[in-house]
T-cell receptor, first 110, second 116 residues
């Protein structure tokens, strides 16, 4: 089993603050995806990163894939209440299994 | 925008009963998946399906579980003789693989299964 650890597990911040969520593993992944999940709903894809060192931006969200393709980070600038949710990373191996991280629950307080 | 749909949204069943969870993947997708998420825990891979057969399965996916693509649109997960610990959200996902591109899986809204 390829384990993906996310940190922090819980994060509560004020609107307008910046934050970074980390996704770490000892395994190498062919690609890594970030999802956001609302309570009672399915994960919604935010981004896929493939190349080591790759950086992708989605409005106020910046995603980076580690050089060794074992870890990733999600940085949110000027967080808004609408960013509240569970953020999940998921790594794909050379087969077609996706391994999900433990999740980071973000609360942005207005 | 095309999306994965799942039915029912909620299912309550008695322990020992059989349940069938249904999914309609995105129409041009060829790879299908089932995941589960026990309340408060992480999303866990169950099985992947391609070309009318299972391509990979996890240790969770034992003989109690089976999957089927009975027609051109539906993808089902059957759980025989349900146990209390089968209570979870079950997510279906589908993807289309493109040469030279990473696979992207799209998830359905889930079926919440409660076994009493």
């Amino acid at each position: 089993t390829q384990l993906l650890e996310q940190s922090p597990q819980f994060l509560s911040i004020q609107e307008g603050e910046n934050l970074t969520v980390y996704c770490n593993s000892s395994s190498v992944f062919s690609s890594l995806q970030w999802y956001r999940q609302e309570p009672g709903e399915g994960p919604v894809l935010l981004v896929t990163v493939v190349t080591g060192g790759e950086v992708k931006k989605l409005k106020r969200l910046t995603f980076q894939f580690g050089d060794a393709r074992k870890d990733s980070s999600l940085h949110i600038t000027a967080a808004q209440p609408g960013d509240t949710g569970l953020y999940l990373c998921a790594g794909a191996n050379t087969g077609n299994q996706f391994y999900f991280g433990t999740g980071t629950s973000l609360t942005v307080i207005p | 925008e095309p999306e994965v749909t799942q039915t029912p949204s909620h299912q309550v069943t008695q322990m020992g009963q059989e349940v069938i969870l249904r999914c309609v993947p995105i129409s041009n997708h060829l790879y299908f998946y089932w995941y589960r998420q026990i309340l408060g825990q992480k999303v866990e891979f169950l099985v992947s399906f391609y070309n009318n057969e299972i391509s990979e399965k996890s240790e969770i996916f034992d003989d109690q579980f089976s999957v089927e693509r009975p027609d051109g649109s539906n993808f089902t997960l059957k759980i025989r003789s349900t146990k209390l610990e089968d209570s979870a959200m079950y997510f279906c996902a589908s993807s289309v693989r493109q040469r030279g591109a990473a696979e992207t899986q799209y998830f359905g809204p889930g079926t919440r299964l409660l076994v009493l």
